[in-house]
């Protein structure tokens, strides 16, 4: 966990949140560590590959309770994204937020972030993206500002999707391979005509790059 103590220890906030833990030894580690002192700014626990929506939310119900007596932020993920990424499982079975469910598990709880699926998935859209932003806005307007609400699968979306979200409700929006991407092919090219010292520095500039931009489309610019 070194690199939550450096991150901690940056000139500007950064958070280091522990995305899609779906093995029960990734889970016991991460709150282990956090017992001992050494914890996540925030957790996911995903719990999206059950068959059934109160599998899903038994199996991550004892990681929230041992979460919010540790006060660690934790992202559940009701309904199920088709598609896969790296380090996640691939799903052919999407199953679109039930807001009236999310709102039963919700009551009561700490868990302070909800992934929801209303037609996004990881990895590449094949077929134009058709989000439901209809149970996006009743899902907001359940939780209002108690639950923030989470965006995956955004890969290649449009600019204009990403602002309907963020008008109807979302607060926190992943976008890991909109940045990895353009660092790892600019890191590679690099590398042929540049020392590795040289060839970092360049990618790392391409990455920030995007950050940037993401950072002004989202309204987040400035506001560290």
């Known amino acids: 966990m070194l690199f939550a103590s450096s991150a901690h220890q940056a000139s500007v906030p950064i958070a280091v949140h522990l995305d899609h833990a779906t093995d029960p030894e990734h889970l ?3 709150l282990s560590l956090a017992e001992q002192g050494i914890a996540f700014d925030s957790i996911m626990v995903d719990a999206s590959h059950a068959e059934t929506d109160m599998e899903n939310i038994s199996i991550a119900q004892p990681y929230v309770e041992r979460a919010r007596k540790l006060r660690i932020p934790v992202e559940v993920e009701l309904g199920r994204l088709e598609g896969g990424e790296a380090g996640l499982r691939m799903i052919s079975d999407a ?3 039930d807001p009236k469910k999310a709102e ?8 302070s972030l909800e ?3 209303i037609g996004n998935l990881h990895g590449s859209y094949l077929q134009p993206p058709n ?6 806005k009743e899902l907001h307007r359940t939780f209002q500002d108690h ?3 989470c965006l995956h699968g955004t890969d290649e979306l449009p600019d204009e999707i990403f602002v ?16 990895r991407d353009p660092y790892t092919r600019t890191l590679g090219e690099s590398l042929f005509v540049k020392g590795f010292p040289e060839a970092q520095e360049a990618a790392m500039e391409a990455f920030a790059r995007v950050c940037e931009r993401f950072f002004a489309l989202f309204g987040s610019a400035g506001k560290a």
């Open 115 to 117: 992934k929801y699926t």
């Open 164 to 179: 309907e979200c963020i008008r109807n409700g979302v607060s926190k929006i992943n976008v890991n391979s909109w940045a």
């Open 28 to 30: 016991e580690l991460a």
């Open 95 to 97: 199953k679109l937020t």
């Open 131 to 136: 989000f439901r932003q209809h149970i996006l």
């Open 147 to 149: 639950i923030l609400l």
């Open 104 to 111: 039963a598990f919700m009551k009561g709880q700490v868990t």
